[in-house]
């Protein structure tokens, strides 16, 4: 990927202190590290790198990602969130010593037909109230059994399920959630699994023997009415580009696509070398962008390879830097600005990365 100029800082002491952090909240568990997605677009490899001394296990959803962090030489389990879609997917699971999920009964019997050389750790996962992955409460003693019998399967099972809601700190599904899965479970001799970020941070009643965090671990609050400062998180991800020009308008300019701002009087305006091209998020209104200690408003759409802001008031050059989010500028106020959760932010944005 060429060079664009946006520039991608990892700050992975923060990264390190956010799931101590995890750690410290629920000390009766063991912490699983949710690198998926190339670690939230922070970087898997580095990031598991990161959290060898600390992770229990780590979690991500394909094959080749869990292969790229054994060949990196991360030695810790690995959990594959959405398990095997083959017979031969499952063999290469085995033999990279990979755990992996059971949500469906096509993978139920993919279990009862392989034959491996050793048997694989399972996470057999249900559907609580999700309504996504996962099999129904009823299907749990047939599917435990069956599973137990398969020689596929170490005799270890955990149980796990998802929280829809717990990011709602007073939304009632949540406990219903954990009643529904501990009822169902509670004669099968197996561990748990079912907090989340949000679960760790604010719902003490889902801590079971493993707790999966993701979104807290890069400095994202998991909450709808609580920020990442609110929680003693340390932002993980700063995000940077270039003012590459100031434009001087006068009163009834029109700028951008659409012309749908127009210049109340006369007014300088900068230009951010940043765009939707980026994974900047096009439909963001009544967004802001940092330059030096000053915040400064973004006006008309975001382009592709750029965006225009308001520089009335604002002492700037061109050639300045602007902060588009980070440990000085929240993620999350970026967006609530584009109607979006910044776990979609971190993911979608590129550029150059680097790590300190």
């Not at 951010?272 to 439909?283: E, M, Q, S």
Request: glycine share 8%.
């Amino acid at each position: 990927m060429p060079d664009r100029g946006v520039r991608i800082t990892i700050d992975l002491q923060a990264l390190q202190h956010n799931f101590q952090l995890a750690q410290r909240s629920a000390p009766n568990s063991k912490t699983m590290a949710v690198i998926k997605a190339d670690a939230y677009g922070h970087g898997a490899l580095e990031c598991g790198r990161a959290l060898s001394a600390y992770a229990d296990a780590y979690a991500v959803v394909f094959l080749d990602e869990a292969k790229a962090l054994r060949e990196a030489g991360i030695h810790q389990p690995i959990l594959l969130l959405q398990g095997c879609r083959s017979i031969h997917d499952l063999e290469q699971a085995a033999a990279l010593e990979l755990w992996t999920v059971v949500h469906s009964k096509e993978q139920l019997r993919m279990h009862e037909l392989a034959k491996l050389p050793q048997p694989v750790t399972v996470w057999l996962k249900l559907d609580t109230g999700m309504g996504r992955l996962g099999f129904a409460l009823a299907e749990l003693p047939g599917v435990y059994a069956r599973l137990s019998e398969c020689q596929s399967v170490s005799p270890s099972i955990t149980l796990m399920t998802h929280l829809a809601c717990a990011d709602e700190r007073h939304n009632p599904l949540t406990l219903e959630q954990c009643q529904r899965f501990r009822k169902a479970s509670a004669s099968m001799p197996c561990s748990h699994s079912i907090a989340n970020s949000a679960g760790v941070l604010g719902w003490p009643i889902t801590h079971a023997e493993w707790n999966r965090v993701g979104i807290m671990l890069y400095g994202g609050t998991p909450f709808v009415d609580s920020s990442a400062a609110d929680l003693g998180l340390k932002s993980v991800m700063d995000v940077e580009s270039t003012l590459i020009a100031i434009q001087n308008h006068v009163p009834g300019d029109m700028l951008g696509y659409g012309a749908e701002w127009v210049c109340p009087e006369a007014m300088p305006v900068g230009v951010v070398a940043i765009g939707y091209g980026d994974g900047y998020p096009r439909g963001i209104r009544n967004g802001n962008v940092l330059i030096g200690k000053q915040i400064a408003r973004i006006i008309g759409r975001v382009s592709m390879d750029s965006l225009l802001i308001d520089l009335r008031g604002i002492t700037a050059h061109v050639g300045d830097n602007v902060v588009l989010w980070g440990a000085k500028f929240p993620v999350e106020e970026v967006a609530q600005s584009a109607a979006t959760i910044s776990y979609e932010l971190m993911c979608q944005i590129r550029g150059r990365r680097h790590y300190r």
